[in-house]
Structures are given as structure tokens and as C-alpha cells.
């Protein structure tokens, strides 16, 4: 007989549960007292539904009518997101103290307050797509960048989230931007601050923490940090500026490394690829690593520069 049977299953529940009684903080077994993670996930996909109206449709609706679809969608996306806010708000130090009844009114005003920006949201959202469509000579069309570009749902979804941020709603803001990290792998903090015209190109493995500034008709590419020179302070540093502040019109080329709150890149400028800096750069200037010098090697003999390879260009590999 194998060695998985009733007995054993439920030995192995009564141990867990158990351990469960601990004092460690994942310990806690209530599921009904926070947000939803897969619940917040919804309801970002129906904030893109409501911010992109025809590119994601949510088949849900079958009614073809704008205004009566889109006040489904709406009435449908605030009873989700009050609920979850409501959940949320006691992670906040200012709503701690506050009654049942008080935290209920607290949530819907803050729900009515987040959708009267959406407007503004869509307006800034569309001088992204703007941004990308003229920055990037391999896009076809603009609905293709709408449909497929990671950066541009990235930064949607962050300029989503940051509207909540500034509500000061905990927890929530964050679980939106990490959704959109998980389909991206583009990291922007909520609290980041954003100007318009903002083009991700590629974006894979971009990191924007939460106290960056960015201005507006900037351009990132792959690879790009704008973090915090250290952490170890841990929540000392908490409500500090610990990264960068990027001002207009600065283009950030792949796996550039802009660290510090002191750190200002001034208008104008551009930053090469796989630059690190920690200190702040003048308006209009260019910032490139110098040339590193190539090693190339014939396998069983020894490493030569550059500058003999060119003798015999025949055989030669870069490793």
C-alpha cells in the first residue's frame, strides 16, 4: 500500500494547522480582512476596459450601446473597487482609528474622488501613446502599440494606481503595479510621479521607485534603474526622496543606472547605456562609458587586443 493515505493527508493538515497557531506574521489566517489580490487584478482589467473603450472589451456585455455598456461597466468596476478599498483602508495609519461606519464612508468618497480623474488620466494616457507612436519607427499603427506594447500598458496601469497612491489608499496602488510587472516585467512604483508624453521603449527590466520624479517627453529604454542608493536604512528612509528626479526631455538608453534622491538628470540630456550615476548630471549634457577595450581569443591561444586582431580578421570571435 503507498504511502499517501487518509491517515497520512490528515496528519500532515493537523501539523500544518499547528504551525499555524505560531506567532509568525504569515501565520494569520484570515482571508476576509484585506484585499484580493486576483480581485484587484479585475479590476485593473476593467479600468484598461474603461480607459481603452473597443480595445478591451470585456465580454461580460453583450449590449452594444455605449452609454448603457459603459454604465455597467462602471457601476460594476465601483462596487468591486469599494469593496476592496474598504478592505484596505485600516492598513492606513490615518483610518486605524476609525469606526466601521466611518471606514464605509471613507471608501466611497474616495471611489467617487478616483473616478472624476479618470478623465484626466485618459488624457495623459493618450500623450504616451503619442510618444511611442512617434518614437518608434517599427510601430505599425497606433492601435498596435494600444494592443501590444508592454511600456505603454505599463504606464498606464501605473498612472492608474498612482491616482489611489494620492488618495493615500494602502496597499491596493501596489497591487496594481506589480500585476502590471508580472505581464510586463516593468517595475513602477505607485508613488512615482510621471509627466506627460512618457515612452517605455522595450521596457523589459525597467525599475522606477517610488519617489522618482520624471518630467515630461522622456524616454526610457530596457534595462534602466532609477533607484535608491541604499536601502539598509530600511523604514528610516521611509517618505525620503531616495531616487532621482528626471527632468524634460532626457533620453535614458539601456542598462543605465540613475541612483539617489540628490540625483537630478537636467533637461535635455542623454544618457548612454550601462551608465551608472549617483551624482547629478547638467542640463543638455551627453553621458557615455569609454570605449572598453575588446578581448578576442582563438581557442588554445592567448587573449590579444584589439589592436593586433586587426592584423588577421579571419578566424576571431568575441567572447
Known amino acids: 500500500m503507498g504511502s499517501i493515505t487518509v491517515s497520512s493527508v490528515s496528519r500532515i493538515v493537523e501539523s500544518i494547522l499547528v504551525d499555524y497557531e505560531g506567532d509568525k506574521t504569515i501565520d494569520y489566517v484570515n482571508p476576509l480582512d484585506k484585499p484580493h489580490k486576483a480581485e484587484v487584478t479585475v479590476i485593473v482589467d476593467k479600468l484598461l476596459n474603461i480607459v481603452y473603450p473597443g480595445y478591451f472589451r470585456d465580454k461580460s456585455y453583450k449590449v452594444y450601446n455605449t452609454r448603457t455598456n459603459l454604465a455597467a461597466l462602471v457601476e460594476d468596476v465601483i462596487y468591486r473597487l469599494n469593496k476592496q478599498v474598504r478592505l484596505a483602508l485600516p492598513y492606513g495609519e490615518e483610518y486605524r482609528e476609525l469606526s466601521d461606519e466611518e471606514l464605509n464612508d471613507a471608501s466611497e468618497d474616495i471611489v467617487v474622488e478616483y473616478f472624476a480623474?479618470?478623465?484626466g488620466v485618459r488624457g495623459i494616457v493618450e500623450t504616451d501613446?503619442?510618444?511611442?507612436?512617434?518614437?518608434?519607427?517599427a510601430a505599425g499603427c497606433k492601435e498596435e502599440i494600444i494592443l501590444a506594447y508592454p511600456g505603454l500598458m505599463?504606464?498606464?496601469?501605473?498612472?492608474l494606481a498612482h491616482e489611489l497612491y494620492l488618495l493615500k489608499v494602502p496597499l491596493i496602488p501596489r497591487l496594481m503595479t506589480e500585476y502590471?510587472?508580472?505581464?510586463?516585467g516593468i517595475d513602477i512604483h505607485p508613488g512615482a510621479t510621471i509627466g506627460k508624453n512618457f515612452f517605455i521603449d522595450h521596457g523589459t527590466g525597467i525599475v522606477i521607485g517610488e519617489s522618482t520624479i520624471i518630467g515630461d517627453n522622456v524616454k526610457i529604454y530596457?534595462?534602466?534603474?532609477?533607484g535608491a542608493l541604499s536601502t539598509r536604512g530600511g523604514h528610516i528612509?521611509?517618505?525620503l526622496k531616495r531616487h532621482p528626479t528626471i527632468e524634460n526631455n532626457v533620453t535614458i538608453y539601456s542598462g543605465a543606472s540613475i541612483l539617489g534622491g540628490d540625483t537630478v538628470v537636467g533637461e535635455g540630456?542623454?544618457?548612454?547605456g550601462n551608465v551608472f550615476i549617483t551624482?547629478?548630471?547638467?542640463?543638455?549634457?551627453?553621458v557615455s562609458v569609454k570605449n572598453q577595450e575588446l578581448i578576442f581569443k582563438k581557442a588554445g591561444s592567448r587573449g590579444i587586443a584589439k589592436k593586433e586582431i586587426e592584423q588577421d580578421e579571419s578566424w576571431y570571435y568575441v567572447i
Request: glycine share 10%.
Open 154 to 159: 505599463a504606464s498606464t496601469v501605473n498612472r
Open 129 to 137: 501613446l503619442i510618444a511611442a507612436y512617434e518614437g518608434d519607427p
Open 117 to 119: 480623474k479618470l478623465p
Open 180 to 184: 502590471a510587472h508580472a505581464v510586463t
Open 279 to 286: 551624482k547629478s548630471v547638467p542640463a543638455g549634457t551627453t
Open 269 to 272: 540630456s542623454v544618457i548612454g
Open 222 to 226: 530596457q534595462g534602466v534603474t532609477l
Open 237 to 239: 528612509l521611509k517618505n
